[in-house]
């Protein structure tokens, strides 16, 4: 017995306008991505290029460890002396402390909304923490200036230059006194509260990612809440503090105002956590505006060095987070 | 490929061969019938566990023997995992879970109000269905649970006796260092195992141990958790048939139950006895259609 078979219907499956609009709209998102390119390789090429003449004079390590920053005023010669190392050093000080201060309380915040506040509360802290995040940096600026520094950092500030830890061998004079209301101390806490609520919620997300399996396996040898927390959830995101930490450090680096409010803008370094100094983003805001040209080019140079420390504290993160998260074989990675 | 023992306990089955069979049809029980059971190590009376308003298990009476492998099988959904974490108050960590009745531990009360969960948890020691050694170390997993008694000295002798009770230190004992998840499947599983005996419990409790697992490592398991009960009490729930009968001594068989007042489905004890007994003559229907593959 034998059938004929028909055959069937061709299915139309060369559609016409469908491969153009994938091209049309593959060219769109190229441009869109390579648009961040030009935009950067622009910014960095132009301020480079302003910025030149007082590398020139100066030499990389001449601007970079110079102890003298004295402007000149011409408008097409360098004759001023740029040495921003006062800068760079309040800047490189001021964020480190900012992480100390905020890293451990981040973590803190983030075990007790994620681990320990009942159920109900732990939203509302959340979005508190994070609502954090939106205050304009001239709030805090303002509220480091007219409250915190007076009534908590300078109180505080009294309290540690009169401790015992003064008198302790090499480290004992970075905490020694007089205590100034305007300071690196000053400087560090306001940045401290900017970077916390973007180190916090990094932590909430990689402390939730820890599995379930694994807590319950320690609660089941007999792990406290408190060792669960302590020798679970925060090694095994580990790799994830770490990342968190560093885009928190590259936020102070770069935050500008309240820093410029609070350091005090003396141009002289001091190794003492009370005193004044300056750092790089507050002496660009403090003196551009009345800076003549030659001075402008001294702070695109500035710029330039603070985009290239921010650049290599992010790769950095990466480096490190890649190297941690493959060693304990997994983790949560930014 | 791993090295298959036969242990005395049982035919000599092939793994293949051992998975293919229906569940009831060709039952290996072993040569374990028992005249006598051990001393009771635990005893439930009437334990109900809720979440919220819903009853998971209904009014549990069971008693548990020391040194001697306890299963609990039953369809999906009838509370064994539930009842499981109720012997070491895992379920405590569940805000919505609550038990009534009395789980007895060498006679004492474990939800009595001044016993510490952590303290019952030392003692009775939990393995998960799914492998999950912490992403450390092979030593650092053993270590963990001693570590957190303080044990500092005699870390070594004891990650190394943990492993040998677990079977596993011939194959780990050269990369004490790598990464707990480098591990097959199977030895991650006698991995938290070793884990768990580590901080020196005397009741282990596992919730379908190898459902994770390959028939080899399965087999391998099983043999570990015979070779166990010379100094532990094992409640292993599985749902394989087959295990229940090669491993335990006696089964505990549980149902979802609709038959009470209030209509709503919760869990409870169809039958416990012998092993042998559950597989060869039970005494409730349910159980032989259970076991017997006409149901579940
Ligand atoms: N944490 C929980 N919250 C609410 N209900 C749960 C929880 N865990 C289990 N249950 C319910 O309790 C019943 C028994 O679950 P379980 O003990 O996991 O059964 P089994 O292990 O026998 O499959 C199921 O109906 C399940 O949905
Ligand atoms: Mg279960």
């Known amino acids: 017995m034998s059938t004929t078979l028909t055959t069937p219907e061709p299915s139309k499956l060369r559609g016409i306008g469908g491969g153009r609009a994938d091209r049309l709209f593959r060219g769109t998102l190229i441009f869109a991505a390579s648009s961040v390119l030009v935009i950067l390789a622009a910014m960095i090429i132009r301020t480079t290029i302003e910025a030149w003449p007082v590398f020139a004079k100066e030499g990389l390590f001449g601007f970079v460890f110079g102890q003298q920053w004295s402007v000149g005023t011409s408008r097409s010669e360098v004759t001023g002396t740029y040495g921003a190392f006062p800068f760079i050093y309040g800047t490189i000080k001021t964020s480190l402390i900012a992480v100390v201060v905020a890293v451990p309380l981040a973590i803190g915040i983030a075990l007790f909304t994620n681990e320990v506040a009942p159920k109900w509360l732990r939203r509302p802290l959340a979005y508190t923490v994070d609502t954090l995040a939106m205050v304009p940096s001239i709030v805090y600026a303002l509220v480091g200036m007219y409250f915190f520094r007076l009534y908590v950092w300078g109180p505080a500030g009294q309290v540690i230059a009169d401790s015992p830890l003064t008198s302790v061998p090499i480290i004992g004079g970075f905490f020694s006194g007089p205590v100034l209301l305007s300071s690196y101390w000053s400087a560090a806490n306001i940045l401290a509260i900017m970077i916390l609520p973007i180190i916090t919620a990094i932590c909430r997300d990689v402390f939730a990612q820890v599995p379930e399996d694994e807590r319950n396996a320690a609660y089941a040898m007999g792990a406290t809440r408190w060792e669960v927390m302590s020798k679970v959830i925060v090694p095994h995101s580990f790799s994830g503090i770490v990342g968190g930490t560093m885009l928190g450090l590259g936020r102070a680096l770069g935050e500008t105002l309240a820093v410029a409010v609070l350091i005090g803008s003396s141009q002289r370094w ?62 949560a990675v930014i | 490929m791993e090295q298959q023992t036969v242990t005395e306990d049982h035919a000599p089955t092939s793994a293949a061969s051992t998975m293919d069979q229906r569940p009831g049809l060709h039952v290996d ?100 269905q799914k492998p999950n050694p912490f992403p450390k170390s092979i030593y650092d997993n053993v270590a963990f649970g001693p570590r957190l008694n303080g044990v500092k000295r005699e870390l070594d002798d004891i990650v190394e006796k943990s492993l040998r009770r677990a079977a596993l230190w011939d194959e780990v004992k050269d990369k004490l260092g790598q990464s707990g998840l480098s591990l097959s499947g199977g030895q991650q599983q006698r991995l938290c195992i070793a884990r768990a005996i580590a901080v020196d419990p005397d009741v282990i409790l596992m919730d379908e141990p190898c459902s994770a697992l390959d028939p080899i490592a399965t087999l391998r398991i099983e043999e570990l958790m015979r070779e166990m009960t010379s100094d532990y009490t094992i409640v292993i729930v599985t749902h394989n048939m087959q295990q229940a009968a090669r491993v335990s001594d006696r089964t505990a068989f549980f149902t979802v139950d609709v038959d009470n007042p209030q209509q709503e489905r919760s869990g409870v004890l169809v039958e416990v006895d012998d092993t042998e007994t559950i597989f060869t003559q039970a005494s409730d229907e349910r159980t032989e259609a259970y076991i017997t593959g006409r149901f579940g």
């Open chain 2, 29 to 128: 029980i072993g040569q374990r019938r028992r005249a006598q059971h051990n001393e009771v190590h635990i005893t439930l009376k009437d334990v109900t566990v809720k979440y919220g308003t819903f009853t998971a298990v209904r009014g549990v009476s069971l008693e548990v023997p020391r040194k001697e492998i306890t299963a609990l099988i039953g369809p999906s959904g009838c509370g064994k995992s539930t009842l499981l974490r109720t012997l070491n108050r895992m379920n405590d960590l569940v805000p919505t879970a609550s038990v009534a009745g009395s789980v007895r531990y060498n006679g004492e009360d474990i939800y009595d109000a001044d016993v510490d969960p952590v303290e019952v948890r030392r003692r009775i020691g939990m393995v998960f």
């Open chain 1, 270 to 331: 001091a190794g003492r956590l009370f005193a004044g100094g300056d750092s790089m983003t507050a002496v660009i805001a403090n003196t551009f505006a009345d800076a003549h040209p030659e001075a402008i080019w001294a702070l695109l140079a500035i710029g330039v060095t603070l985009f290239f420390i921010t650049m290599f504290v992010n790769i950095g993160a990466r480096l490190i987070v890649a190297r941690v998260g493959g060693r304990v074989g997994g983790g």
